[in-house]
């Protein structure tokens, strides 16, 4: 599965989205804690679990610390940014969830961890057409 | 079906309304499959499916890792993208390939972002099924790599190693 990897400045609230969640997106199901996931044959599922940078980077080398921060202070345009992980197989799923997130976090931004690395808003995702 | 001798002394067969039928020699001399043939056709369409499902994945190393391994070790991938019940979740979760004895998870990505926390429950769900998990990471950088593996996870950007660890369990 693709790994996409959504930034928030604050940690994402599992009850505000589960009711959005559910609504919007017919194949969503929950475990009631922290994960979503898809009830059909297209499988994608979200994992709720609000890793800060600092905790994310534990126990790894000083280089590779220091890569990621640049990677990040580069590229994603939030302070000490908040990320949790959906994964999909189809982009038209990511776009499903993504549009739910954005009006419950407008400044929502997306890394795309694919063969070549892609970041861009929101907004910038749901416009562009992936090849998956 | 009725049958009654014909004026050449031959059999000759005839319906429910009395009208003469060919002989079907197919049904005559059939024989029923053995139970070893059985079980080959149904390992055989499974095979096709899981290929078929590996094929039309969307994950970009999947279809290529299948393939080595069933060229390497016939007949041995049970699931391809299948999705299992964890009990530490309490709910389901996917798999990329299961074999008998091993889950492998193959990933494309360039960046080892968020992989950890996945390979920690990956591992976790390996163990509870007396399993061992590999890792694929083509794409992956070698100290990228190098961290993961301090990390105690078994991972590699190598497919013959892949196969190596699954003949070292399986077989």
Known sequence: ???????????????????????????????????FHSNNK??????????????????????YVEEQKQLLIKNVPIENPISNLLQTHRSIDAKRIIEVLMKLYPELYIEVNDAEIWFGSAQEYLDMEFDY | ??????????????????????????????????????TQKRKDSK???????????????LFEVFCEIEKALPYHVQFVNETKFDPFIND???????????????KSGSNGRKMENQFKSQKRYAEYKNK?????????PIMTIINFKRKGFNITNDIKMIINTI?????
């Not at chain 2, 389901?92 to 193959?106: A, S």
Request: charged share 30%.
């Open chain 2, 167 to 171: 003949k070292e369990n399986e077989l």
């Open chain 1, 42 to 63: 297209h499988f994608w599922c979200l994992d709720i679990d609000n890793e800060d940078l600092e905790s994310s980077l534990l126990g790894f080398d000083v280089n």
């Open chain 2, 132 to 140: 061992q998990h590999i890792v694929f990471a083509p794409n992956l």
């Open chain 2, 92 to 106: 389901i979760r996917e798999f990329d390939i299961i074999t008998q004895k091993c889950i492998i998870e193959v």
């Open chain 1, 1 to 35: 599965m693709r790994d996409i990897i959504l930034y928030t400045k604050n940690p994402i609230n599992y009850d505000e989205c589960v009711k959005n969640i559910l609504e919007k997106v017919k194949s969503a199901t929950t475990n009631s804690k922290n994960y």
């Open chain 2, 1 to 38: 079906m009725p049958t009654k001798k014909g004026a050449g002394g031959r059999q000759q067969n005839y319906d429910s309304r009395g009208r003469y039928t060919k002989t079907d020699y197919a049904k005559l001399y059939y024989t029923p499959p053995s139970r070893k043939e059985k």
């Open chain 2, 47 to 61: 095979r096709e499916e899981l290929f078929n499902r590996a094929r039309n994945s969307k994950d970009k190393y």
